[in-house]
């Protein structure tokens, strides 16, 4: 699914897409108008942020007043922290669409692919950090949750152009929960560290 449905659904429930209005000015778009027509709004105003949460409908000329605009800055906070919200009650069944990055005209590969390609990455990635004790030369035994998410991000967005922190670190816990074959995590001083299970 596109990121736009779900905009619809979040905050539109019930409307067509034609019956949609700017968040800010809640007046209807008109797609011809260089000022008027919709924009994709960073809600906190940070270009690089482009979590679905952070994703708001607005006019162009709205998009850029609200840098000036204190009242919709105030707005566009509160906004953001009910979208949060309402990720983490989002249907567990979507819950991968939610940490796919919005890509403008980008759009090569669906959510499935994007999927299958971080899981690919964080099994090479972890298989290749963490040799086995019998490696020769054993490597390291350990790597922070933090720098796993980092690096496997990178070679994620490096192959398809997209792909999430959230979501890597999504998989990364998968592969290292409780019932997991061959990694583990553990807290150590505070941080969330991976081993390859002993044993092996
Ligand atoms: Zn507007």
Partial sequence: ??????????????????????????????????????????????????????????????????????????????????????????????????GIRFNEGKQTSNEADVSVVIIKHCKQFLSQQLLPHSGNPPKRIEIPMKEAVECVTYLVQEEIGRGSHSAVQRHLESMSCSVAKDYERREVNGKQIIFRRTGQ
């Fill in 1 to 98: 699914m596109k990121w736009g449905p779900l905009i619809m659904r979040r905050d539109y429930p019930g409307l067509k897409f034609a019956e949609c209005t700017c968040f800010y000015c809640k007046q209807p778009f008109h797609e011809d108008s260089k000022d008027l027509c919709l924009e994709w709004d960073h809600l906190n105003d940070n270009d690089g942020d482009n979590r679905l949460e952070n994703m708001v409908w607005a006019h162009a000329i709205c998009n850029e007043d609200k840098k000036t605009n204190f009242d919709w800055k105030n707005l566009a906070q509160d906004k953001l922290k009910e979208n949060e919200r309402w990720a983490d009650k989002f249907d567990p069944e979507r819950e991968q669409e939610r």
